[in-house]
């Protein structure tokens, strides 16, 4: 009861009980009532004549503390429960948050592994197609001996293979900056004397090239 510093006085119950006291009495009663409700007990005896009324309004208002009592206890277990219930809300979803944080970190991190193995995918598919087209450049360039057959085959006794396989070796196999891709195409050319090959100079049992293939003119 010391929390409590006020208390409810019934005007039926207060006229009621007082109704036999006159003033002084009155002020008696409500002064023993008030130090009751403060302090617990009256400061001074209470007189025979306020006394029954003292007692029923005393236990009335206990009475009504109790009730008090009960009806704050009830709050703070609701109150409490309440709290509890929105931290275990807010704890779960920082657990989720985490948990998402964590989800979509992984699904980056995948998708940082996928993006990175697709363009390993991409680079070596690359470097296969360039590396087969090299290949097959590489295997098109034919050696002096093949020439020299190829002459023979076609009857083309008015070409030099060893000038024609070193002239377009010199130029790496290449017409401009494209691969030659049909060297026999290349050798007809030159039998022909396309491309400012007109005639061939016979030295001995071979031919040599007039000076404008030598300079660069054939392609």
């Not at 390993?120 to 087209?133: A, H, R, Y």
Request: aromatic residues 8%; hydrophobic residues 35%; proline residues 4%.
């Amino acid at each position: 009861m010391d929390k409590k510093k006020s208390f409810i006085v019934f005007a039926p119950e207060f006229l009621a009980l007082s109704n036999h006291l006159n003033l002084k009495q009155r002020g008696e009663l409500m002064t023993a009532l008030c130090e009751m409700v403060l302090y617990g007990e009256p400061m001074k005896p209470i007189s025979q004549e306020i006394s029954k009324a003292y007692d029923f309004m005393a236990e009335s208002i206990k009475d009504n503390f109790s009730k008090y009592d009960a009806v704050c206890e009830k709050r703070r277990a609701i109150a409490t429960k309440a709290a509890s219930k929105r931290r275990a809300n807010a704890e779960q979803k920082q657990v989720e948050k985490s948990a998402n944080a964590k989800l979509n970190e992984d699904e980056d991190d995948n998708e940082n592994k996928h993006e990175d193995d697709l363009n390993k995918k991409i680079k070596k598919e690359i470097k296969e197609k360039t590396n087969k087209k090299e290949s097959s450049y590489l295997a098109d360039v034919p050696s002096l001996e093949d020439v020299k057959i190829y002459c023979a085959v076609r009857g083309l006794k008015n070409i030099n293979p060893q000038e024609f396989y070193d002239y377009y070796t010199a130029k790496q196999w290449k017409t401009g900056n494209k691969p030659i891709t049909d060297w026999q195409a290349k050798v007809i050319k030159w039998a022909k004397g396309d491309a400012g090959l007109n005639s061939f100079s016979p030295i001995g049992d071979c031919f040599r090239l007039p000076k404008l293939a030598r300079q660069g003119g054939v392609q």
